[in-house]
Each structure stands twice: as structure tokens, then as C-alpha cells.
T-cell receptor, first 117, second 114 residues
Framework: NAGVTQTPKFRVLKTGQSMTLLCAQDMNHEYMYWYRQDPGMGLRLIHYSVGEGTTAKGEVPDGYNVSRLKKQNFLLGLESAAPSQTSVYFC????????????????FGAGSRLTVL | QKEVEQDPGPLSVPEGAIVSLNCTYSNSAFQYFMWYRQYSRKGPELLMYTYSSGNKEDGRFTAQVDKSSKYISLFIRDSQPSDSATYLCAMSRILTGGGNKLTFGTGTQLKVEL
């Protein structure tokens, strides 16, 4: 059971280039998320999805687009990379816990380290 | 002001010490509270979660929540070198349509020395 798999693990881009980060989960989770982690800022939510074919903005969505064409995959795109997007990107997925509280436990991938020059 | 405040450390303790990690928060809408552990160059992994005020114990770990003071803590007993990691507190709200939005602290870096 692989859990949440992110590809690529590392990437270096030049300003203005585009790229896509892929996240795949094999736990049949409904919800998926993309976070970025920066020193002193913690993890911040970029976009999320509550099901196949749906996406929504998080707290730092500008400069990113996402798609969830299949339940198990969540793609994060950078159309025109900027140095401010240098970060470590984490994908996560979740499903509600038993008990009906609405609580979810997120399972994270290992991260994708992106540098924009 | 950040919604969640956490001392970044680093915190260095000898093996066997009791470690106390803390977070404060400002938003009363947070519904439940988590602690994640993150090893260097890895993704966060869930340690514990709690839904109400009080204590929850799991082995050497105890999570404590005081909603009236908006303060949460994680205690680690008999700390081991393998506990050396960054500990992230996280607070959760339920999103419209399902799923949870976690707001994270910046993390406290812990080193347990032999």
C-alpha cells in the first residue's frame, strides 16, 4: 500500500517555464489537497478537491491551477513559474473518520521540492 | 497575527527527558486539534488528534487541549533520539462540501541527544 505518491521529487525551473506536479493516492480517499511549505510560514493550503471533477481555492491559490479528472489523481500546475514559487509542495488525501464528527485525518506524500531560478 | 502560533525552537533535550511542545490559537471555529511529526525531507505524519478539551494519551505521547485558553500541548515522555523531528500542531475546520482545512503552526524542531 503506497499511500500518497508525488512525482517528481525534485525539479528546477527557469522563470516563466511551466510544469505539472502529479499526486496519486491508492486509499480511495474522497478529498485531496495541495500544500506548500516555506521556512517560517508553515504549511499553507493552495487548492483542494472534495471529489472527482471538483476543485476549490485554498489560502494561497494565485499562480497555480489544479485538476482532478480521476478520483485517485490530483494535479498541480504552474503556468508561468516565478521565484516566489520556490518551495516544497505536499499533496495530501483524506476521508472522514468513523463517528460522524466530520473529522478527517490527512495522509501526506513525501513532498516535491521545486526551485525556480 | 497568525491564527496559530508555535515556537519554532530549536529545542534540544537529553535522552529520557520529558518534552513539552505548545501552540496557541486565536480562532474559536477550530473544531479539532492534531499533532504531526515531520522528519527531515519527509512528509508530515499524524501523531495524535483530539476533538475536545482534556487529555489524550498514546504510549509515550500525551496531547492536551484547553479550549477556554486556546492552548494545546504535546508531551513526550522518556524521549528518544528517534523522536528528533519537527513537530507541527494543526487545527481543523470542516470545509463546505466535506474535507477539512488544516491550519498549521510553523513547527518546533526537536533534537534528543544521547
Amino acid at each position: 500500500n503506497a499511500g500518497v505518491t508525488q512525482t517528481p521529487k525534485f525539479r528546477v525551473l527557469k522563470t516563466g517555464q511551466s510544469m505539472t506536479l502529479l499526486c496519486a493516492q491508492d486509499m480511495n480517499h474522497e478529498y485531496m489537497y495541495w500544500y506548500r511549505q516555506d521556512p517560517g510560514m508553515g504549511l499553507r493550503l493552495i487548492h483542494y478537491s472534495v471529489g472527482e471533477g471538483t476543485t476549490a481555492k485554498g489560502e494561497v491559490p494565485d499562480g497555480y491551477n489544479v485538476s482532478r479528472l480521476k478520483k485517485q489523481n490530483f494535479l498541480l500546475g504552474l503556468e508561468s513559474a516565478a521565484p516566489s514559487q520556490t518551495s516544497v509542495y505536499f499533496c495530501a488525501s483524506s476521508s472522514p473518520l468513523a463517528g460522524g464528527t466530520g473529522a478527517n485525518v490527512l495522509t501526506f506524500g513525501a513532498g516535491s521540492r521545486l526551485t525556480v531560478l | 497575527q497568525k491564527e496559530v502560533e508555535q515556537d519554532p525552537g530549536p529545542l534540544s533535550v537529553p535522552e529520557g527527558a520529558i518534552v513539552s511542545l505548545n501552540c496557541t490559537y486565536s480562532n474559536s471555529a477550530f473544531q479539532y486539534f492534531m499533532w504531526y511529526r515531520q522528519y527531515s525531507r519527509k512528509g508530515p505524519e499524524l501523531l495524535m488528534y483530539t476533538y475536545s478539551s482534556g487529555n489524550k494519551e498514546d504510549g509515550r505521547f500525551t496531547a492536551q487541549v484547553d479550549k477556554s485558553s486556546k492552548y494545546i500541548s504535546l508531551f513526550i515522555r522518556d524521549s528518544q533520539p528517534s523522536d528528533s523531528a519537527t513537530y507541527l500542531c494543526a487545527m481543523s475546520r470542516i470545509l463546505t462540501g466535506g474535507g477539512n482545512k488544516l491550519t498549521f503552526g510553523t513547527g518546533t524542531q526537536l533534537k534528543v541527544e544521547l
